[in-house]
């Protein structure tokens, strides 16, 4: 059975949970066969406390606009039923982790942490293996992939989870999956069967090229592994 993918992100009153700050916002996408669903949670917060300056220069939330919102309490039950057994995607997790623990425990200590339901997958940390040296924000991953169409005046957290969902799919790998069709007949790309692509439905799909700086990443890392193993990797073959 395929996993259950959850793609998460948060905005919040600050950068310290440990001095107080909240979650103002809480977006998440979920992930059917590694592609995004219509299926989400998104919910704005009341906090109960002022957000800092300097957070709503990133998010573009200030106070008035949660006024109305709802305090997490109030969202809790929905939150962890619609988290529970997936796995979770998100970007430098222990950040929203500590700030989404946080305010489980304040809702009421008869909550679990997040990660005794939950695996947790940081892509954060996926990027920095496969570009070390490199900048891994969001923003910079997304530049990368040549993921665009998105309005980035300010970050969200709905807005967020999914850039970082089509982030995900291409650092792990791109879809898994992909179905041809040819005179008719589908096939999937684990079936043995050779045949002949129409050429027209692949015209959609992005040509992602290496930057100099991932050629330069690539080929440090061959030469690392060739001087380790005393062997000539099957990458110079290409």
């Known amino acids: 059975m395929a996993k259950k993918y959850i793609v998460l992100d948060t905005e919040t009153t600050g950068l310290e949970v440990k001095q107080g700050h909240r979650v103002i916002e809480i977006g998440a996408v979920l992930l059917n066969d590694r592609k995004k669903s219509e299926e989400n949670f998104h919910s704005y917060l009341n906090p109960s406390r002022l957000i800092d300056e300097e957070a709503s220069k990133v998010h573009g939330i200030m106070n008035v606009d949660l006024e109305n919102s709802p305090s997490f ?10 988290i529970d057994g997936a796995t979770l995607v998100i970007h430098n997790a222990p950040f929203d982790l500590g700030f989404l623990n946080n ?4 809702a009421s200590t008869s909550y679990p942490k997040i990660e005794d339901i939950c695996e947790v997958e940081d892509s954060l940390l996926i990027a920095r293996d496969k570009f070390p040296s490199q900048k891994n924000s969001l923003d910079a991953l997304a530049k990368r992939f040549d993921i665009s169409g998105y309005d980035r ?22 879809q898994s999956k992909f179905e041809f069709m040819t005179n008719g007949n589908t096939f ?10 129409d050429e027209n439905l692949l015209k959609d799909l992005k040509k992602i090229n290496a930057s100099k700086d991932d050629l330069k990443s690539h080929e440090t890392k061959l030469v690392e592994i060739e001087e380790k193993h005393k062997i000539k990797t099957i990458w110079r073959k290409f």
């Open 103 to 106: 305010e489980l425990q304040l």
């Open 73 to 82: 309490d109030k969202i809790a039950d929905e939150f962890v039923e619609f």
């Open 153 to 174: 005046s300010f970050h969200g957290a709905l807005l967020d989870a999914n850039i970082l969902a089509d982030v995900f799919v291409q650092l792990t790998g791109g």
């Open 188 to 197: 999937a790309d684990d079936e043995s069967s050779s045949v002949e692509i």
